[in-house]
């Protein structure tokens, strides 16, 4: 089992920066798949980056390719989500999540494929 708490949302202004970290408990974090969604107000839960458990393959939405990247650090037991240059529309509560994984080489994009979820991280743009 694992644990997920996300940080680092906040408020910024259009085309800034922001990272956010996703710390996962346990001893078994480099086994896991992780993936980020978002979930903006009226609007169901949608799938934004996924990286292997491995960290070599990494896939995104095409509305965030260039602007996110997604990585980790598995001696830290840590997943980032680095996003510049960031819209209005991607305001929402970004959500990190571990999915089990076949190898340490797959990802995953559905949100049944993944079983520990965190709690989320509200980002907020101005425009």
């Known amino acids: 089992q694992v644990q997920l708490v996300e940080s680092g949302g906040g408020l910024v202004q259009a085309g800034g920066s922001l990272r956010l970290s996703c710390a996962a408990s346990g001893r078994t974090f480099s086994s896991y798949a992780m993936g980020w969604f978002r979930q903006a107000p009226g609007k169901d839960r949608e799938f934004v980056a996924a990286i292997s458990a491995s960290g070599g393959n990494t896939y995104n939405i095409r509305s965030v390719r260039g602007r996110f990247t997604i990585s980790r650090d598995n001696a830290k037991n840590t997943l980032y989500l680095q996003m510049n240059s960031l819209k209005p529309e991607d305001a929402a509560v970004y959500y990190c999540?571990?999915?089990?994984?076949?190898?340490?080489?797959?990802?995953?994009?559905?949100?049944?494929?993944?079983?520990?979820w965190g709690q989320g991280t509200q980002v907020t743009v101005s425009s």
């Open positions: 999540a571990a999915a089990n994984a076949a190898t340490d080489s797959f990802y995953y994009t559905l949100q049944y494929e993944y079983r520990y």
